[in-house]
């Protein structure tokens, strides 16, 4: 039995994603060696370390508007169904595959988070766990993880009932598909990859699939492989024997483990509970890597889990990728096309050989049952049936993404360009939506509609085309307005002309003072080193958009750094409204600003239960300040002096409370007091 897919919801408790940052990403990437100039290096997973990962994220605009309040919320659901598994995936979150459950018993073989609450992980800002999430383009996680991807059901020529999911990624310019299949009596589920290069130059390429599966004290990892590469947030990379660490839950502190899969083995890595089963994934070739991520037993591990999801919800990161580390892209060629399949399912083994001493014993077995389950003959069967039919036309469309792609075959049809897209891939007119129409406006009839200036500005594009087509439009004075330039700055400062994006960003202030051409400048003039200019500006950008939490947030941390308490105290109470008052990252601030001024009592008050929803990962801003509040007051209380020795012994007698505590590595001699 194969049931064809079916659309259903799914309610849980959900945080509110909020809007986006209306302020461009200003983000300088760091030059990184191109393939050709990369110097010999012994070890070739190795090569191109550092390649193409440090990407700017204009045009995405940060999510960074979310909270902590959870209230039910129904979610588009897709379900695949056999006699075996159910697979659910989210098209509105990333078309992230949500659960895939072993319908014999009933268990859940992914970590199934059972609320959805973004915190600040990935390059947009915000992410959330459980499931597998399928990183494109970009390193680390992709910039659609939160968005809404096409879904779209497809029968294929050999009779396949398809779940398709695919987008245009506004980065690299790149399309991906995944289509999702369940044959009848199948133990897996399939899930075949097309990644296109259009372009008429080569690109770094990037693909992780991340697949979360729960956390227990009898947790072991298995993957055919002996040695790993290891990248502890502490810093370096060594490669080191994993046979004694393949359970995630002996480990202390935050970990990744990227396995060294010997060439020409079946890839694939598997979690296996105490009673010998749990998910495997395995792949075609292309995809060559395996990742073990962990959060650690530490106390901000364990904070950081709860955290992103409920008490009692652990969870570990099995992954795969193209590369042998995530700290790598690969160069894709010229219209190139990329492809593999990737299969998952229940594995099942003697749990005293998997769990027993002997290393290469556990792992064998596991080889042996996961191609019992499917071997590599299959699994190219299963690619050459994928690639038969990526091309055939959906029957329909179930969610939309956004319009961005329906807006590029638009532009590209005016220009006469190739066309964006394989016919598989359609992008229907419908996904058009007022986030696209002021683009639309400039395509069809040369005009940028202006709007008021204290407005946020819209959606930003940074594609050359647009830049042509918006310079010629501001020729004309209908288009000679604040936003027209506010919108060439941006499209400068992409493409590193940060002389022409000052230029236009003036233009910009001088046609309407405007709080985002302000906060741009003032940025240039931060990073040109003249401070007061640029604190000056900022707190100019809040007075003309006091409500604006992101741009409040910004500024503080600006103020701060330059040891601007007062500053920031007098624009807490004169200016910002109390809507951005209430943030929890505002409120981190302003116990800061109450520390260098002495205020120990506000401080320790605006520390108690605090908040703060967008932590960032590794982030320990909390703890920090946790401590220097306790440093002063005991230097106070006894009459010291601030130095090493009670920092020292601060740290060993006022721990920080456990709600504080994100740190993902702790100093030994801490620990253990």
């Known amino acids: 039995m194969s049931s064809a897919p079916r659309v259903e919801e799914l309610v849980m408790p959900a945080a509110n994603l909020g809007p986006e940052n209306p302020l461009p990403s200003l983000v300088v990437p760091q030059p990184a060696n191109k393939p050709d100039v990369l110097p010999d290096n012994p070890d070739p997973d190795l090569a191109y370390v550092g390649w193409g990962c440090d990407t700017p994220l204009l045009p995405y605009r940060l999510q960074d508007g979310y909270d902590r309040e959870r209230r039910p919320r129904a979610f588009q659901a897709i379900v695949l169904e056999n006699e075996h598994l159910r697979a659910t995936f989210l098209p509105e979150l990333g078309g992230r595959l949500w659960s895939l459950v072993a319908r014999a ?29 399928w990183n494109c383009s970009i390193a680390h996680h992709t910039p659609l993880t939160c968005e809404p991807l096409f879904a779209a059901l497809v029968e294929a020529p050999d009779g396949r009932q398809i779940v398709r999911l695919y987008e245009w990624d506004r980065i690299r310019g790149t399309l991906y598909q995944l289509d999702a299949w369940l044959p009848a009596d199948s133990p897996v589920l399939f899930v075949g990859v097309r990644y296109i290069n259009p372009h008429d130059h080569e690109i770094p390429a990037y693909w992780w699939s991340n697949i979360a599966v729960p956390e227990t004290a009898q947790t072991r990892v298995l993957v055919p492989a002996d040695e790993a590469y290891s990248h502890a947030y502490s810093g370096g990379m060594d490669v080191h024997a994993i046979h004694d660490r393949t359970y995630p839950a002996r480990e202390p502190h935050a970990t990744d483990y990227f396995y060294r899969l010997p060439a020409g083995a079946q890839p694939w890595v598997a979690a296996l509970e105490a009673d010998g089963q749990g998910l495997f994934q395995t792949s075609t070739p292309r995809l060559k890597g395996r990742k073990l991520f962990v959060w650690g037993q530490g106390p901000g591990g364990q904070r950081w889990q709860e955290f992103l999801s409920v ?46 001493d002997d290393w290469v014993a556990a792992r064998t077995l596991a080889a042996e049952n996961v191609a019992a389950v499917i071997n590599p003959e299959q699994l190219a069967a299963a690619e050459a049936r994928f690639v038969a039919g990526w091309d055939q036309v959906p029957t329909e469309h179930v969610n939309l993404g956004r319009g961005w792609g329906r807006l590029e075959i638009q532009r590209r049809a005016r220009a006469d360009e190739p066309a964006l897209a394989p016919p598989g891939l359609p992008f229907p007119v419908e996904s058009l939506t007022d986030q696209q129409q002021p683009w639309l406006d400039l395509l069809s009839a040369g005009r940028l509609p202006a709007r008021d200036p204290r407005s946020r500005p819209g959606a930003w594009l940074v594609q050359k085309p647009w830049r042509e ?124 600003a109450a520390l260098a001024l002495g205020n120990l009592d506000q ?71």
């Open 469 to 592: 087509l918006l310079r010629a439009a501001v020729a004309d004075d209908a288009n000679d307005h604040w936003l027209a330039w506010l919108h060439l700055g941006v499209m400068a400062y992409a493409v590193g002309d940060e002389a022409g994006a000052r230029e236009a960003w003036r233009t910009s202030s001088a046609r309407a003072a405007n709080p985002v051409a302000t906060r741009c400048l003032a940025q240039l003039d931060l990073r040109a080193g003249d401070k007061e200019a640029a604190l000056a500006g900022l707190v100019e950008a809040c007075r003309q958009a006091p409500d604006w939490p992101r741009l409040a947030v910004e500024t503080g941390r600006a103020l701060l750094a330059e040891g601007r308490a007062e500053t920031f105290t007098d624009l807490w109470a004169t200016v910002w409204t109390e809507t951005v008052r209430e943030q929890g990252r505002m409120k981190l601030l302003a116990a800061r």
């Open 311 to 356: 008490a009692g919800q652990a969870y570990i990161e099995i992954q795969a990728g193209l590369a042998r580390t995530q700290g790598a892209c690969l160069p894709m060629p010229a219209r190139a096309t990329w492809h593999w399949v990737e299969a998952y399912g229940l594995l099942q083994a003697d749990p005293a050989v998997i769990h027993g």
């Open 603 to 673: 401080c320790e008050a605006l520390l108690h239960g605090l908040v703060v929803p967008d932590m960032r990962e590794g982030e320990v801003s909390l703890t920090d300040l946790w401590y220097q509040l306790w440093e002063q007051r005991v230097a106070q209380r006894e009459g010291l002096e601030v130095d090493d020795a009670l920092r020292a012994r601060v740290r060993r007698e006022y721990p920080p409370p456990a709600d504080l505590d994100f740190r993902m590595h702790v100093p030994a001699d801490e620990a253990a007091s």
């Open 105 to 133: 018993t009933e268990r859940e073989l992914l970590f199934r988070n059972p609320v959805f609450q973004p915190a600040d992980l990935a390059a947009r800002n915000a992410w959330f766990s459980g499931g597998v999430e």
